[in-house]
């Protein structure tokens, strides 16, 4: 059964540190492309961070490059979400989710190309 799972979110003040875990299950994540993706009341899911899976290609939202990173640990088989410096516009539930690319060095952040989700975790930016 393919499944992603997430877990990290939380409640963290301005200026403060988060990190994102997505564990696969069912599927190898390291022939897929990868993503984050998030979704803030009233707003559309928009891609933060997406990488190739040969990780040479990466997408960052202007929003978060700098302070957002991603990567892949594939003996795991867990992506991950480095969050630095949040700020409340950060507050959204954060979707991990894979793709099958047509090749390697493909990186999309369009939601709509990716085949599997992880279930949504919350992240708070709040003093």
């Known amino acids: 059964q393919v499944q992603l799972v997430e877990s990290g979110g939380g409640l963290v003040q301005p200026g403060g540190s988060l990190r994102l875990s997505c564990a696969a299950s069912?599927?190898?994540?390291?022939?897929?492309?990868i993503g984050w993706f998030r979704q803030a009341p009233g707003k559309e899911r928009e891609g933060v961070v997406c990488?190739?899976?040969?990780?040479?290609?990466?997408y960052y939202a202007d929003s978060v490059r700098g302070r957002f990173t991603i990567s892949r640990d594939n003996a795991k088989n867990t992506m991950y979400l480095q969050m630095n410096n949040l700020k409340p516009e950060d507050t959204a539930v954060y979707y991990c989710?894979?793709?099958?690319?047509?090749?390697?060095?493909?990186?999309?952040?369009?939601?709509?190309?990716?085949?599997?989700w992880g279930q949504g975790t919350q992240v708070t930016v709040s003093s």
């Open positions: 989710a894979a793709t099958k690319p047509p090749e390697s060095d493909y990186v999309t952040y369009n939601d709509f190309e990716y085949d599997y």
């Open positions: 069912g599927f190898t994540l390291g022939y897929y492309a």
């Open positions: 990488i190739s899976s040969s990780l040479g290609s990466t």
